[in-house]
């Protein structure tokens, strides 16, 4: 089995985590959480109090946009349960997750967005606090409108439930009303104890094969007595700058990471077509990513170990 507590593992010291209790072979179920505990759209809307409205917001048109994300719907209802304490029907879960996320760089300050400046982060980080903060607005918009200004719940409770459910989703399939197995994604208690790394990996969480209606967690190699159960980041090929976004960390040396590269000096008025040919006339594609060579001067940087994170992506704008 396994048993929550403080992580070995080098760069995680101190930080809860999955601990094998005995010893694991490869291919050990260690976890199996049923569908109907996850934090996701399908339970959300299934919420027996106000699922019409979480469901009618989930349909609203958003200029330029389309449908709301679904992971801002959950988000909202999540900060309601939040809210709720000790009555909400998932508070011993809410208890186990952090209550800042201090890592982000949308919880920076502008004079630390500032450290990031010359590279094209400050604006992907303005860009999601915008659309974070302008589905707040349509949503409370929504509440009022629906005469449900009880469910109306403050910005930073909304973008900490955003931060929460984005750092702790898991894709899985799920039968929805006609018995279809289709795509989702939702927050899973337990399996979201798990420390994540991008490679080394030793344990992965996805629907059971056998039994559709749970989510399960197995090892990938054998796992000592004592020794941390680590999952990847996601598909675990992601490169820092969405690891950085996403997430809030970078790895040293990481084999998928790249860099996209801009050419500022074509306008943007110019016709796509226009675009490509200016691109192909310099010997360059349309879309031009390579990898970087990291050092030894580039460790892991997680929590408000920023300096070095700034000097990573200065290094990548630089050799741009």
């Given at each position: 089995g396994v048993t929550v507590g403080p992580s070995p593992t080098p760069g995680l010291e101190g930080i809860r985590g999955l601990i094998a209790a005995d010893n694991l072979d490869i291919n050990t179920r260690f976890a199996a959480i049923p569908m109907t505990l996850t934090v996701g759209f399908q339970n959300v809307a299934m919420d027996p109090e106000n699922g019409g409205v979480w469901t009618s917001i989930a349909g609203i048109p958003i200029p330029?946009?389309?449908r709301p994300p679904r992971a801002y719907v959950i988000a909202y209802w999540l900060a309601n349960e939040r809210r709720k304490g000790a009555s909400s029907t998932i508070s011993a879960y809410i208890q186990t997750l952090p209550e800042s996320f201090e890592e982000l760089p949308t919880w920076w300050s502008e004079e630390e967005l500032a450290e990031l400046k010359g590279s094209h982060?400050?604006?992907m980080v303005q860009e999601l606090e915008k659309r974070i903060k302008e589905f707040?607005?349509?949503?409370?918009?929504?509440l009022e409108h629906f005469e449900r200004p009880d469910l109306v719940v403050p910005f930073e409770d909304f973008k900490w439930a955003v931060a929460a459910f984005g750092t702790r989703n898991y894709s899985f399939q799920v039968k929805n009303s006609m018995g279809k197995l289709v795509k989702g994604s939702g927050m899973m208690p337990v399996a979201d104890m798990l420390n994540t790394v991008q490679?080394?990996?030793?344990?992965?969480?996805q629907t059971s094969k056998t039994q559709i209606n749970i989510f399960e967690c197995k090892t990938t190699k054998s796992v000592a007595k004592g020794q941390e159960l680590l999952a990847p980041y996601g598909s675990y090929r992601l490169g820092n700058e969405a690891l950085f976004i996403d997430y809030g960390v970078?790895?040293?040396?990481n084999p998928n990471d790249n860099l996209v590269v801009r050419v500022p000096e074509i306008p943007d008025n110019m016709e796509r077509k226009d675009k490509r040919q200016a691109l192909e006339e310099v010997g360059i594609s349309a879309s031009l990513e390579f990898s970087m060579e990291a050092n030894e001067l580039w460790?892991?940087?997680?929590?408000?170990?920023k300096k070095r994170r700034f000097l990573a992506f200065r290094l990548d704008c630089w050799a741009t």
């Open positions: 330029g946009v389309g982060l400050p604006g707040h607005m349509i949503a409370t918009d929504a490679n080394n990996f030793n344990a992965e969480c970078v790895f040293l040396n460790p892991l940087a997680t929590g408000k170990d």
